[in-house]
């Protein structure tokens, strides 16, 4: 299997392209999708949602190599033995680039852990840990004064998250699922951007090994407790980017909730307390359907 463009063996088969040429076209792919979709302007600041994982690091050395101001805002969700290791690696790879880190701790924020939460609401952790990670990027994006906060969704995130609020007829959130959310679209948020929506997880994977960023290529322990995990469909690179692309393209004929603030955190929300409020302080029944799916 040699490379399309010059003939040298080649390392990725979809599209089939030697080493170099592949992260080549890994770089081009983010900088055409931040150009298509208007992400981003050169003169930003930009917080890039980092875990310490495949998809920030490369995320954070891309935006810095496209000239980008960035800095890494790390959420510590007090995970054992899973996120000390990877905001080690986010150390590391931060010093050796020199890009401002910050590290949120969800324990300080909300005083309790997200297992307890979990515990308490007889509900996955992954659940909890979605919307206050959210909760706390917003806040802390917010409060900075960034430009946009960037993360490093991918395109079998953005095709999961379809299947999911396909599959729970969460219309107004489907529809509100675009390369940009918040900012722009609707008041009260920084705007998040997803430059990495046109790449899919094996090629982001695989870029960060022939860039041998210093990550380990770990996953949340209670990952495959979720509905997120049972969404992966076996189809190709093209197939998902298709599925994706028609959906940009899908005008939704949706009744939005007037958006309100969150009494407790001043935030936007769709009822009075927002579920990570709601989370906090523990409050009973289903809170989450308005927000992201974990
Ligand atoms: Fe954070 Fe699973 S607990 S993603
Ligand atoms: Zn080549």
């Known amino acids: 299997m040699t490379c399309i463009i010059c003939q040298e063996p080649a390392v990725s088969a979809e599209p089939r392209l030697c080493q170099a040429h592949f992260t080549q076209w890994v770089e081009e792919t983010v900088r055409e999708t931040?150009?298509?979709?208007?992400?981003l302007k050169p003169d930003w600041r930009i917080a890039v949602a980092a875990s310490g994982g495949k998809d920030s690091t490369s995320l954070l050395s891309i935006l810095k190599k496209l000239g980008y101001h960035v800095e890494a805002l790390a959420i510590d969700e007090g995970i054992p033995g899973y996120r000390d290791q990877t905001?080690?690696?986010?150390?590391?790879?931060t010093q050796q680039e020199g890009i401002p880190l910050r590290i949120i701790r969800v324990a300080e924020a909300y005083g309790t852990t997200i297992q307890h939460v979990a515990e308490a609401q007889r509900i996955i952790p992954c659940r909890v840990c979605g919307v206050w990670r959210r909760r706390l990027l917003e806040r802390a994006a917010l409060g900075e004064g960034y430009d946009a906060l960037a993360t490093g969704h991918n395109l079998d995130d953005e095709v999961q998250s379809l299947l999911m609020n396909l599959a729970k007829a969460q219309l107004s959130?489907?529809?509100?699922?675009q390369p940009i959310t918040g900012g722009d679209a609707r008041e009260g948020f920084t705007r998040r951007v997803k430059p990495f929506i046109l790449l899919s997880e094996k090629h982001i994977a695989l870029y960060s090994i022939l860039k041998r960023f210093p990550v380990h290529y770990t996953e949340c322990p209670y990952h495959s407790?979720?509905?997120?995990?049972?969404?992966?469909i076996p189809l190709s690179y093209q197939e998902k980017?298709?599925?994706?692309?028609?959906?940009y393209r899908?005008?939704?004929?949706?009744?939005?909730?007037?958006?309100?603030?969150?009494?407790?955190c001043g935030l936007p929300s769709s009822r009075s307390v927002c579920a990570?409020?709601?989370?906090a302080k523990s409050y009973a029944g289903n809170t989450s359907q308005n927000e992201d799916n974990p």
């Open 173 to 177: 959130v489907l529809a509100r699922q």
């Open 225 to 232: 407790l979720g509905f997120r995990h049972r969404m992966r």
């Open 250 to 264: 899908m005008q939704y004929a949706t009744r939005e909730e007037p958006l309100t603030r969150c009494r407790i």
């Open 241 to 247: 980017k298709r599925l994706l692309l028609s959906h």
């Open 87 to 93: 905001l080690e690696d986010l150390k590391t790879f």
């Open 276 to 279: 990570a409020c709601a989370y």
């Open 34 to 39: 931040i150009t298509a979709y208007e992400l």
